[in-house]
């Protein structure tokens, strides 16, 4: 079984910044593509950003220049460094992956349980 654990989200003001890390564990023989997905109230779930495993990046417009994702392969681990914060960013944030588990063929995809963002005025 694989997990996917977010944290680092909270309360902001607009115009901060905040990192939220999600780190795998579990059974797994390789993560594929890692991203970072919101939720805001009301509204349908959204790409945000993703990343391959050899690092090259992909963000959605409204985020683009304010966003950037990362992962640390030998850590199991993705971030998203949010830069500049807008009061619409406010969502949940989750984790996504691609896995390979180990012992197991094909891809899965793998959610994470969400960490809250909230951007205040």
């Known amino acids: 079984q694989v997990q996917l654990v977010e944290s680092g989200g909270g309360l902001v003001q607009a115009g901060g910044s905040l990192r939220l890390s999600c780190a795998a564990s579990g059974t797994i023989s390789s993560l594929n593509i890692m991203g970072w997905y919101r939720q805001a109230p009301g509204k349908r779930r959204e790409l945000v950003a993703t990343i391959t495993g050899g690092g090259t990046a992909n963000y959605a417009d409204s985020v683009k220049g304010r966003v950037s994702i990362s992962r640390d392969n030998a850590k199991n681990t993705v971030f998203l460094q949010m830069n500049s914060l807008k009061p619409e960013d406010t969502a949940a944030y989750y984790c996504?992956?691609?896995?390979?588990?180990?012992?197991?063929?094909?891809?899965?995809?793998?959610w994470g349980q969400g960490t809250l963002v909230i951007v205040s005025a």
């Open positions: 996504n992956s691609g896995v390979t588990a180990m012992g197991r063929p094909g891809n899965l995809e793998v």
